[in-house]
Nanobody, 126 residues
């Protein structure tokens, strides 16, 4: 089992920045992909960004590209999401997820990840 704990959410004005962190513990040896997803009220959970440790591959949802940066420390089993130029439409609960060595675009699908954090609220005011 892998346990994930997110931190760093909060309330920020449009144009501001936040940095989310995700700390993994437990049996992290089989954890090769870490992703960030978000879910706004009344909407489905959507892919935000992912990093694959095996080859360093990084992917973003188009709406956050050039504003968000995913990074991580494999040795520490931690992942981060630096969010800049935040917009009100970025308001959501953000979840960290961990999975195996996901090929192709499987990292974009929430069902590919067996482990999830509890989520952290990000609210962007206009």
């Amino acid at each position: 089992q892998v346990q994930l704990v997110e931190s760093g959410g909060g309330l920020v004005q449009a144009g501001g920045s936040l940095r989310l962190s995700c700390a993994a513990s437990g049996r992290t040896s089989g954890m090769y992909t870490m992703g960030w997803f978000r879910q706004a009220p009344g909407k489905e959970r959507e892919f935000v960004a992912a990093i694959r440790w095996s080859d360093g591959n990084i992917d973003y949802q188009d709406s956050v590209k050039d504003r968000f940066t995913i990074s991580g420390d494999y040795a520490k089993s931690e992942a981060y999401l630096q969010m800049n130029s935040l917009k009100p439409e970025d308001t959501a609960v953000y979840y960290c997820a961990a999975g195996g060595d996901l090929s192709g675009n499987y990292h974009r699908f929430w069902s590919s990840y067996p482990y999830w954090g509890q989520g952290t609220q990000v609210t962007v005011s206009s």
